[in-house]
């Protein structure tokens, strides 16, 4: 049995991320994606005096840079120190961005924070509002940023405490989207004996396991296109009886959000323009009063396909999308559309389209063909310092959807303005 108690779980701060490569943004709006990541911090404050948690664990990466700025530096201590004005403690370490050996200020901690070191696994009593042990917290900052021992090898839980909570900031099972920092296995973590990890590094939220739990809580900003969707934290509160319940608190300012819009059934720039307009005002609602940064992708089959292939079509589309009065912009509208196509009809056509087309059909079914063309088209690249020693060995097995890519595309270009190229033209 242990006493009831609520922790917030929270990592990936990134505080004073630069985000780059928004230099078309309005000004306005470009001063709002520079001050998110403080924001989501004075939520992720707000929410724990609102929820009146007993305490907080961040797993890593408060500040972007290894060299932390010194308005992040300062804006943290402030947040902190309200927590410590409603008796609200905070268990912190370190990662990859924010390493112990970057450069920092000379400030000093409020006693409410606890910060990890990095020889190896420390742990702390953290206590409920009423002063009672409600667990201990464990954990083991980055020293440096590479960080490519397994840290969580080192971890053990220790006696004398209802519940156990590990912090580690790395890569479990392998994630190929992120750096292999601090690497160690699920079922690692599992058997450890610990009653949940609060994990961070990766920037997606995801429970990897239940009793013990694995969590990752994500970043609490989306700080680029890549990371979609609500960012925020969890809020964990356990029984007496040590069940455990995750609620995840969205903290995000600025939400990230990308969405497909077909131009199927469509046949003018108007009634696409319409759709789009229509897709955008959808997607703003759901940023729940955030400003929203949307990302259209154009896909599907139809007679727009043609004019969707010149840039000039794409970025008049943008621009009026740019315009709307909606609490989101549209900072990129892609097309990833096909010719209106009847690839069926090619296969008896006496044309060089319904050739190729055959050709296509060729290769899937007989390995030995695929080879041989293939080889063949790269031969002139063989004899290249770097582009051979690339090419070499990489045609025993056809991408499938490479092929069906490079056949929608090769045969809607021929196709696009009715000259197909017949044999007897």
Known sequence: MTVPFRFIHAADLHLDSPFRG?????????????????????????????EQVDFIVISGDLYDEADRSLKAQLILMKEWERLQQHGIAVFVIHGNHDPLNGARAELKLPSNVTQFGASGMEYRPAYCRNGELAAFVYGMSYGKRHVTDNLAAGYSPVEGAPFHIAMLHGNVNGDQAHDPYAPCSLEELVGKGFDYWALGHIHTRKVLHEYPHVVYSGNIQGRNPRETGPKGCYVVEVSSSRAVQLTFVPLDEIRWLEARVSIAGLNT?????????????????????????????????????????????????????????????????????????????????????????????????????????????????????????LLRGRWDELPQHWLEQARELAIGLLTADGREGRKDE
């Open 22 to 50: 928004m230099s078309k943004v309005p000004d306005a709006l470009k001063e709002r994606l520079m001050a998110s990541t403080f924001s989501a911090l004075r939520r992720l404050t707000e929410t724990a005096i609102r």
């Open 269 to 389: 720039e108007q009634e696409l323009l319409q759709r789009l307009e229509e897709q955008a005002e959808l997607l703003a609602s759901e940023g729940e009063g955030r400003t929203v940064m949307l990302r259209l992708l154009l896909d599907g089959q139809g007679p727009l396909h043609p004019k969707l292939t010149e840039t000039l079509t794409i970025r008049a589309l943008l621009e009026q999308l740019q315009q709307l009065p909606l609490e989101a912009w549209v900072y990129a509208l892609e097309g990833n559309t096909k010719a209106q196509l009847e690839l069926s009809e090619l296969q008896d056509e006496d044309s060089f389209a319904g050739e190729l087309f055959r050709l296509t059909l060729r290769l899937e079914a007989e390995k030995d063909a695929w080879r041989r063309e293939a080889a063949a088209a790269v031969a002139p690249l063989s004899g290249h310092a770097k582009l051979g020693r």
